[in-house]
């Protein structure tokens, strides 16, 4: 009877530490992803490359610069970003800060320094169809 008892605990134990494991693994898959998308991006917007950094888009994202906004095709934000970067020449990027919602909406806010000064930048991103994209991008000049 004892053994039975000690079967069904070791049972139940080792259904908890299975499912743990699965949650932890959908877990770090989704940060991971998260995170070597933030990674690509910091990179593109160290070398000021508009072509690099819209890999990372999703069909439509809204982009503010210093206040004027408009949401726009993937294609016309990277034209437009393209000559930011000309006017902006990049110097660094650096992430502050960065989090996620309940959601799932992952975000960084960032430093883009150019010879002239910083604009901080927010970038937010979401999952499309399986996919994490940026949505959002919110430069401010400081």
């Known amino acids: 009877m004892k053994m039975m008892n000690f079967n069904k605990i070791m049972k139940q134990h080792l259904i908890k530490l299975i499912c743990l494991l699965i949650f932890s693994v959908f877990f770090l898959t989704g940060e991971a992803k ?83 000064g910083n604009f901080k930048l927010l970038i937010r991103t979401k999952s499309f169809k399986g996919v994490d994209k940026i949505y959002i991008l919110d430069f401010v000049k400081e």
Not at 41 to 47: D, F, I, P
Not at 54 to 61: Q, V
Not at 93 to 114: D, K, R, T, V
């Open 34 to 116: 998260a995170q070597s998308l933030f990674s690509n991006v910091r990179s593109a917007l160290k070398a000021g490359s508009s072509k690099e950094l819209a890999k990372y888009f999703h069909d439509t994202i809204e982009l503010n610069i210093n206040g004027e906004s408009d949401n726009y095709s993937n294609v016309h934000a990277e034209i437009y970003l393209k000559d930011f970067f000309k006017k902006y020449e990049p110097v660094d990027f650096e992430y502050i800060h960065q989090g996620s919602s309940n959601e799932g909406l992952q975000y960084a806010i960032g430093s883009y320094s150019y010879a002239g």
